[in-house]
């Protein structure tokens, strides 16, 4: 075989594997196409069944309809709400949806157990279903099912849902604040229990925290009580003071003074961080000595803070840019120019 022989059969191989190639684009194309137009037809028609009727006249769907219905009943059930989405429901119901939620729940698809819990989670009568998705053992399934069951005012207690999902180890994600601020809604007092949990992750603790915090100042007594009594756990404690500054309430105020005076920088940081989000003017003086800290972060926060209080934290400030000492000097005049940005 000479060389231009083969090059001339290698070539035709590889136009012979473009056209292969080609070929199936076009079949995959085509067989999508039809998929899309029999789904589009199965929708219109159920679409009727679904927003009016009687359920108790409706029969349960044959497999293909059905996943159409179980679809399409998710994706109006999220813009509906009250008797409307009941009604809704309860028409999927009768034709079969849950069933087939049920049944998806036993799929190898992580991703195909995760969107039936969710929707699930919207049927009354499923509770026990999603509850059990607890259990799953995928994290994403567990977590989704845990977000889907805080919304509800029946959810498990939060301590038993934290230990589901194994949080620390296994449940990283930052929704968990989400998870927090959703079983706050409904339990804010047990969701206040978590933080005396000996044996929960610290992760579980400041989600809590700051689900906590965002009910305003009800929990910043709690919170001062639990930045005095933290100062053995360096990781904790500048995340509790900071939790308690965005409460805003003034009964951290003894607490975050305190703070102020701590031995660790990030406990200095975060308390004056949290003075600048309370407001608090009474901290002026303590903040000025701090502008010449040995650490950057703790000059910035205070000088921020003295920025955020106010007319008197304003006057220590211009007071310190004048300072002989260069680092006080600088930590003022850098505050006072972003100020006027």
Same mark, same amino acid.
């Given at each position: ?9 290698? *070539? ?20 999508? /196409? ?5 789904? *589009? ?35 109006? /059930? ?17 034709? =079969? #949806? ?22 699930? *989670? ?25 977000? /889907? ?17 194994? #949080? =620390?180890?296994?449940?990283? *994600? ?41 009910? &305003? &100042? ?91 209080? =106010? ?27 972003? =100020?006027?940005?």
């Amino acid at each position: 075989m000479t060389t231009l022989r083969a090059l001339w059969e290698v *070539s035709l191989a590889l136009c012979l594997l473009a056209m292969l190639a080609l070929l199936t684009l076009l079949l995959a194309r085509v067989l999508s /196409a039809r998929l899309f137009d029999r789904t *589009s037809a199965a929708r219109q028609r159920l679409l009727p069944l679904l927003l009016d009727g009687d359920p108790a006249e409706l029969a349960p769907l044959r497999k293909r309809e059905l996943q159409a219905a179980a679809d399409l009943a998710v994706e109006i /059930a999220e813009m509906t709400r009250g008797s409307e989405r009941e009604a809704l429901l309860a028409r999927a119901t009768a034709l =079969g #949806v849950t069933d087939l939620l049920i049944v998806r729940l036993r799929s190898r698809k992580a991703q195909s157990r995760l969107n039936a819990v969710e929707a699930l *989670s919207m049927f009354e009568g499923s509770h026990q279903h999603v509850i059990g998705a607890l259990d799953d053992r995928n994290p994403d399934v567990r977590l989704g099912a845990a977000l /889907a069951l805080a919304q509800h005012a029946n959810a498990p207690a939060p301590i038993d849902i934290v230990n589901k999902l194994n #949080v =620390g180890t296994e449940e990283n *994600s930052l929704l968990l604040v989400s998870l927090m601020v959703d079983l706050a809604e409904t339990d804010s007092e047990a969701v206040a229990g978590l933080l005396f949990e000996k044996n929960l992750s610290h992760r579980v603790k400041v989600a809590a925290m700051d689900a906590l915090s965002q009910r &305003g &100042g009800e929990y910043a007594p709690l919170l001062a009580h639990m930045a005095r009594d933290s100062g053995n756990e360096p990781e904790l404690q500048p995340r509790i003071f900071r939790a308690l500054g965005r409460t805003g309430h003034p009964a951290g105020a003894e607490a975050i003074m305190e703070g102020l005076t701590s031995a660790n920088w990030t406990v200095r940081a975060a308390a004056a961080e949290a003075v600048g989000n309370t407001r608090l003017v009474v901290a002026a003086d303590r903040l000025s000595t701090l502008l010449n800290d040995p650490q950057y972060w703790v000059r910035y926060r205070a000088s921020e803070a003295l920025l955020r209080i =106010g007319t008197r934290g304003h006057s220590v400030l211009r007071e310190a840019s004048r300072n002989e000492d260069p680092v006080v000097r600088s930590a003022a005049l850098k505050m006072l120019a972003e =100020g006027r940005a």
